[in-house]
């Protein structure tokens, strides 16, 4: 109880309206505490500016978060069951960034993981109360959504249906010439190119996998559930090897790590490392699981003083969409911007037309053949831009020189020198001190701060209409895959 007083000195009057005012204004005290204690949790973080951006608040309920996977879930559950473990899944968003917030807070009376169960207990008896009620759990439905990441204001005073035109004349351009890239035969080395393969561990046969995924079927989300050594096999199962042209440190790849008095992770480039979280998309009633490994280089350098695109930290997000037994169906990148969406689809995966020929759909540059078993994607990257430059299968172990797995997870809390956690990324989902010139400039599209490295969950990935990386229906909307429609 000293930790709710002390945040409670910090709430000042605050209140929340509708569903969580009425849990503030009850007569029972340990309804009332339960809701004053999230009522002064969220002042404390507020106030620290600690707010872990990953997922988004459900307005009126302060328990619940949502991710854009989750929130697609909500028109497909039905009867009790499905609405309870709906919500449930919505109360684990939730604590999973209360466990960050909590450890990234500058001070703290008591013990942290006695506050951390503190706010388990009270999310569950919160929710227990809610969904007890019929207009109550439909609140929860219609609230439990993800904003996208684009500002409307801002497109309508950018004139965004005339400058997204010249926008889109850019982008044209950009596809021509990395198509051009693809297609024209790497020249003869002028600078070292070193591989990195995955770290050497067991990998499962893709019966195996199939086994894992099946359990989807068994889930009222259609969502799979991994404990974390099966994550860390499907890990080294799918990863890719990277091949990386080495001119200089910034295209040293490894650690974020917060070094004394800065306001930028820095990279620690000593031991690579690649970053790794899941992920899901939908395809008619089916989850697809996805892997995801982002890499960190210290920077873009510039190339000259108006140069718009360069600046601290710069990366490397790769994905892998599996098919329900296992067999990789596509892949696609980004940088951490959420700039340079590329796809890489296999021939088990027929891209679909776009909706109209101005908008960002699905580039892709390169088509690959069906993933036998055993083969991984070595994915070549060009020295400072970081752009990809080939994409090839290989059998088997390729490199001796290997990068170490790291959850991505550890981006949210990460130790200071001068002491305490903090995460990478701000309230606002991006990672200070990385911001571009290139902002300036396109603002009329709508992306705060484009060129800014992003934590995930808020990757906006075009300029001319509407797409983030993480969208539910990303692969339904741009390929067609048969047996997966029904």
């Known amino acids: 109880m000293k930790a709710l007083a002390f945040l409670a000195l910090l709430t000042g009057c605050a209140t929340a309206p509708g569903v969580f005012e009425e849990h503030l204004a009850a ?3 340990s309804e009332r505490a339960c809701a004053q204690w999230y009522q002064a949790l969220d002042r404390a973080v507020g106030e620290a500016g600690v707010r872990d951006a990953q997922y988004s608040a459900v307005s009126g ?35 999973e960034a209360r466990a960050f917030e909590i450890q990234n807070l500058p001070t703290w009376v008591g013990s942290r993981k006695a506050a951390l169960s503190r706010t388990a207990d009270c999310g569950r008896t919160l929710l227990a109360l809610d969904l007890s009620r019929p207009a109550v759990r439909q609140a929860i439905h219609e609230q439990a959504n993800v904003p996208d990441d684009y500002s409307t204001t801002a497109r309508v005073l950018g004139l965004y249906p005339l400058t997204s035109y010249f926008f889109s004349r850019g982008v044209r ?15 003869e080395e002028q600078r070292a190119r070193v591989r990195f393969a ?32 099966e994550i860390e096999l499907l890990a080294a199962t799918y990863a890719p090897s990277f091949e990386i042209e080495v001119a200089a440190d910034y295209d040293r790849f490894g650690e974020l790590r917060w070094r004394r008095g800065s306001t930028t992770p820095d990279v620690h480039a000593a031991e690579p490392a690649v970053y790794v979280n899941r992920a899901y998309t939908r395809y008619g009633e089916r989850a697809l699981l996805q892997l995801v490994y982002t890499l960190w280089f210290p920077e873009r ?15 490397l997000v790769w994905r892998v969409t599996l098919a329900p037994d296992g067999e990789p169906l596509v892949y696609d990148s980004i940088h951490p911007c959420g700039c340079y969406h590329q796809f890489f689809p296999t021939p088990l995966a027929r891209p679909r037309p776009a909706p109209e020929p101005k908008v960002e759909w699905a580039f892709a540059p390169l088509a690959l053949p069906r993933v036998r078993e055993g083969e991984r ?13 080939e994409v090839k299968l290989v059998q088997g172990i390729d490199s001796v020189v290997r990068y170490a797995f790291h959850p991505y997870d550890e981006l949210r809390s990460m130790m200071r020198l001068d002491g305490g956690m903090r995460s990478a990324f701000g309230p606002d989902g991006l990672v200070a001190g990385t911001e571009r010139g290139e902002r300036f400039f ?25 797409r983030h990386f993480d969208d539910a229906d990303l692969i339904e909307q741009r390929f067609e895959i048969d047996g997966l429609g029904e």
């Open 173 to 187: 351009n950009w596809e021509a010439e990395t198509r051009q890239a693809f297609a024209t035969p790497p020249a």
């Open 61 to 95: 309920f302060p328990y619940l978060r949502a991710d854009r996977f989750t929130a697609s879930s909500r028109d497909r559950v039905s009867g009790d069951t499905g609405t309870r473990v709906f919500a449930e899944r919505l109360l684990e968003l939730d604590l």
């Open 442 to 466: 396109f603002w009329p599209m709508g992306i705060a701060s484009a060129g800014a490295m992003r934590q995930w969950g808020r990757h906006a990935t075009a300029f001319v209409g509407r």
């Open 377 to 389: 994607p070595v994915v070549s990257i060009d020295s400072a831009t970081h752009y990809i430059r």
């Open 301 to 315: 350098p510039k190339n000259g003083t108006f140069d718009l695109l360069g600046g601290r930290l710069d990366g």
């Open 198 to 229: 995955p770290p050497a561990q067991p990998v499962l046969a893709r019966a195996a996998v199939a086994g894992m995924l099946e359990r989807a079927r068994f889930d009222p989300l259609a969502q799979p559930v991994f404990t974390e050594r």
């Open 27 to 29: 007569q029972a005290e």
